[in-house]
């Protein structure tokens, strides 16, 4: 019996099935599994010599088989017909619809009168599907227009706006939760226990040899006064930790010595809980004196404004 497929279509699908099967089996990370193990590459090289060669043994058999037949036998061998599949039969259909050409053999009745050099020209129609899609730009055209021209649709302007508005949300929401995501513009001081375990334990691992346990200063100045060297807060603390300190005098970048953000949060965030305690031998305050913004505190401009408002209310009482 005929087979439905040449073996030319059967042989590759074969094969590329079973690479996608070694694949799909074998963990080779990143890179195809026959490049990350030679092996595996020859195992395919032999699995497609062996389909081709059993290819080739049905095709002899076949070929004998047939040479082995009667002339009548050939003759019905060769006159029988493979069904044809309906899918097939059904793609034939629409394609021959969507070309709307006459066959060669009913070509005479569209040949014209043009006649040059022996050369004729049919009068065949615009094939469907040409004048199918040219009627939908034509609709597309129209609606593009409409939407965009006439009723002002969102464009991709718009659109780009909206997805970079969208994402700047989601970073923001990831950064709530990815603490070590924390950079000196996010950075807040802790306040709650653990945090201030955790910070007190950082600390006691690599700062008391500099600070010493209390916070008094050693080598390195008083952490428990209201002077800094390189501005208080929980901004300029979480900088000076991250970054170090003074060239060729300060502390090391703790940022690229092991600590995450997050511990760097935490113990920047222990350092300030540190104000206003007494340390047992405390060093004499170095930097300069650093007085916390809050926003209650009046501002030059708005003591000024005060100022000029009492004024204007004195000058009006005097009239």
């Not at 050409?101 to 040409?130: A, C």
């Not at 949060?265 to 031998?281: D, H, M, R």
């Amino acid at each position: 019996m005929r087979r439905l497929t040449p073996s030319w279509i059967r042989v590759p699908v074969i094969f590329f099935i079973i690479v996608g099967l070694v694949e799909y089996f074998v963990d080779s990370g990143d890179q195809p599994a026959f490049i990350a193990q030679p092996i595996i590459l020859l195992f395919l090289v032999l699995v497609l010599i062996i389909l081709i060669g059993v290819e080739a043994i049905i095709a002899s058999m076949e070929n004998i088989l047939y040479q082995s037949m009667d002339e009548e036998a050939k003759v019905r061998y060769d006159t029988s017909k493979v069904k044809t599949p309906k899918l097939f039969i059904w793609i034939r259909k629409i394609y021959l619809k969507l070309l709307d050409s006459k066959p060669i053999e009913q070509e005479g009745e569209i040949i014209l009168d043009h006649d040059y050099d022996g050369i004729q020209e049919l009068d065949n129609n615009l094939p469907p599907w040409w004048l199918y899609g040219f009627y939908a730009t034509i609709i597309f055209a129209a609606v593009y227009l409409l939407r965009f021209h006439v009723f002002n649709g969102s464009n991709q302007y718009d659109e780009l706006k909206t997805e970079y508005a969208n994402a700047e949300k989601a970073i923001a929401e990831y950064k709530k939760t990815a603490k070590d995501l924390v950079d000196i513009n996010t950075v807040e001081q802790l306040t709650d226990a653990t945090s201030l375990a955790n910070g007190k334990k950082i600390f006691m691992t690599n700062c008391i040899p500099c600070h010493k346990a209390d916070g008094g200063g050693g080598i390195g100045p008083n952490l428990t006064d209201k002077y800094w060297i390189l501005g208080g807060g929980i901004k300029n603390v979480f900088h000076t930790i991250s970054e170090g300190g003074r060239d060729g005098k300060g502390m090391i970048a703790w940022s690229k010595s092991g600590l995450k953000p997050s511990d760097i949060e935490q113990v920047a965030s222990y350092v300030l809980s540190l104000q206003g305690t007494t340390p047992a031998e405390p060093k004499e305050p170095q930097g300069e004196l650093w007085v916390e913004e809050s926003p209650e505190t009046p501002t030059e401009n708005a003591t000024q404004e005060m100022d000029s408002t009492a004024v204007d209310s004195t000058a009006v009482e005097m009239k």
